[in-house]
Nanobody, 118 residues
Framework: QVQLVESGGGLVQAGGSLRLSCAAS????????MGWFRQAPGKEREFVAA????????YVANSVKGRFTISRDHAKNTVYLSMNSLKPEDTAVYYC???????????WGQGTQVTVSS
Protein backbone atom coordinates (compact mmCIF):
# COMPACT_ATOMS: atom_id res chain seq x y z
CA GLN A 1 0.00 0.00 0.00
CA VAL A 2 1.41 3.33 -1.07
CA GLN A 3 1.79 5.97 1.61
CA LEU A 4 3.07 9.52 1.35
CA VAL A 5 3.29 11.18 4.74
CA GLU A 6 4.15 14.86 4.95
CA SER A 7 5.57 16.58 8.01
CA GLY A 8 7.36 19.76 8.98
CA GLY A 9 4.62 22.31 8.48
CA GLY A 10 3.77 24.95 11.04
CA LEU A 11 3.51 28.64 11.83
CA VAL A 12 6.43 30.88 10.91
CA GLN A 13 7.00 34.61 10.61
CA ALA A 14 7.60 36.22 7.24
CA GLY A 15 11.24 35.86 6.26
CA GLY A 16 11.57 32.60 8.16
CA SER A 17 12.31 29.09 6.97
CA LEU A 18 10.77 25.64 7.12
CA ARG A 19 11.72 22.26 5.74
CA LEU A 20 8.94 19.90 4.75
CA SER A 21 9.49 16.16 4.55
CA CYS A 22 7.56 13.50 2.71
CA ALA A 23 8.21 9.91 3.70
CA ALA A 24 7.24 7.44 0.99
CA SER A 25 6.49 3.76 1.45
CA UNK A 26 4.95 0.97 -0.56
CA UNK A 27 6.63 1.99 -3.80
CA UNK A 28 9.99 1.73 -5.52
CA UNK A 29 11.07 5.24 -4.66
CA UNK A 30 13.69 5.75 -7.36
CA UNK A 31 11.18 4.77 -10.06
CA UNK A 32 8.99 7.79 -9.40
CA UNK A 33 9.24 11.49 -9.95
CA MET A 34 8.19 13.30 -6.77
CA GLY A 35 6.59 16.69 -6.37
CA TRP A 36 5.23 19.27 -4.03
CA PHE A 37 2.00 21.15 -4.60
CA ARG A 38 0.10 23.64 -2.46
CA GLN A 39 -3.43 24.85 -2.06
CA ALA A 40 -4.37 28.09 -0.38
CA PRO A 41 -7.93 28.75 0.88
CA GLY A 42 -10.25 29.52 -2.00
CA LYS A 43 -7.61 28.76 -4.62
CA GLU A 44 -6.81 25.83 -6.86
CA ARG A 45 -3.96 23.48 -6.11
CA GLU A 46 -0.77 24.70 -7.74
CA PHE A 47 2.57 23.16 -8.62
CA VAL A 48 5.52 24.13 -6.42
CA ALA A 49 8.43 21.86 -7.28
CA ALA A 50 9.34 18.44 -8.64
CA UNK A 51 12.34 16.16 -8.81
CA UNK A 52 13.01 13.32 -11.25
CA UNK A 53 13.39 9.79 -10.00
CA UNK A 54 16.60 8.98 -11.81
CA UNK A 55 18.82 11.94 -12.51
CA UNK A 56 17.35 14.07 -9.71
CA UNK A 57 16.70 16.91 -12.12
CA UNK A 58 14.59 19.55 -10.37
CA TYR A 59 11.87 21.94 -11.45
CA VAL A 60 10.61 24.86 -9.39
CA ALA A 61 7.68 27.21 -9.95
CA ASN A 62 8.59 30.79 -10.80
CA SER A 63 6.72 32.02 -7.73
CA VAL A 64 9.16 30.24 -5.40
CA LYS A 65 12.32 30.13 -7.50
CA GLY A 66 15.36 31.20 -5.51
CA ARG A 67 13.56 30.60 -2.22
CA PHE A 68 12.45 26.94 -2.30
CA THR A 69 14.58 23.87 -3.01
CA ILE A 70 13.43 20.30 -3.57
CA SER A 71 15.67 17.35 -2.82
CA ARG A 72 15.37 13.63 -2.15
CA ASP A 73 17.17 11.04 -0.07
CA HIS A 74 16.95 7.66 -1.76
CA ALA A 75 18.27 5.85 1.32
CA LYS A 76 15.41 7.24 3.41
CA ASN A 77 12.73 7.20 0.69
CA THR A 78 12.08 10.82 1.56
CA VAL A 79 11.63 13.98 -0.45
CA TYR A 80 12.19 17.41 1.07
CA LEU A 81 11.08 20.95 0.36
CA SER A 82 13.35 23.56 1.92
CA MET A 83 11.58 26.89 2.09
CA ASN A 84 13.42 30.13 2.82
CA SER A 85 12.38 33.79 2.86
CA LEU A 86 8.80 32.75 3.40
CA LYS A 87 6.04 35.20 2.57
CA PRO A 88 2.43 35.40 3.78
CA GLU A 89 1.33 34.38 0.27
CA ASP A 90 3.12 31.05 0.78
CA THR A 91 0.45 30.14 3.33
CA ALA A 92 -1.24 26.95 2.15
CA VAL A 93 -1.61 23.25 2.67
CA TYR A 94 1.40 21.59 1.06
CA TYR A 95 1.00 18.19 -0.56
CA CYS A 96 3.54 15.63 -1.62
CA UNK A 97 2.79 13.60 -4.75
CA UNK A 98 4.33 10.92 -6.92
CA UNK A 99 4.34 10.42 -10.66
CA UNK A 100 5.42 7.42 -12.68
CA UNK A 101 8.35 8.45 -14.87
CA UNK A 102 7.30 11.16 -17.32
CA UNK A 103 3.61 10.71 -16.51
CA UNK A 104 1.10 12.70 -14.49
CA UNK A 105 1.06 12.81 -10.70
CA UNK A 106 -1.31 10.10 -9.57
CA UNK A 107 -1.03 9.75 -5.79
CA TRP A 108 -1.09 12.40 -3.07
CA GLY A 109 -0.36 12.67 0.61
CA GLN A 110 -2.70 14.15 3.20
CA GLY A 111 -0.92 17.48 3.29
CA THR A 112 0.73 19.65 5.92
CA GLN A 113 -0.30 23.18 6.81
CA VAL A 114 2.16 26.04 6.41
CA THR A 115 1.13 29.41 7.79
CA VAL A 116 3.31 32.49 7.34
CA SER A 117 2.44 35.48 9.47
CA SER A 118 3.24 39.04 8.45
Amino acid sequence: QVQLVESGGGLVQAGGSLRLSCAASGLTFSSFDMGWFRQAPGKEREFVAAIRGGADTTYVANSVKGRFTISRDHAKNTVYLSMNSLKPEDTAVYYCARAPRSKSFDYWGQGTQVTVSS
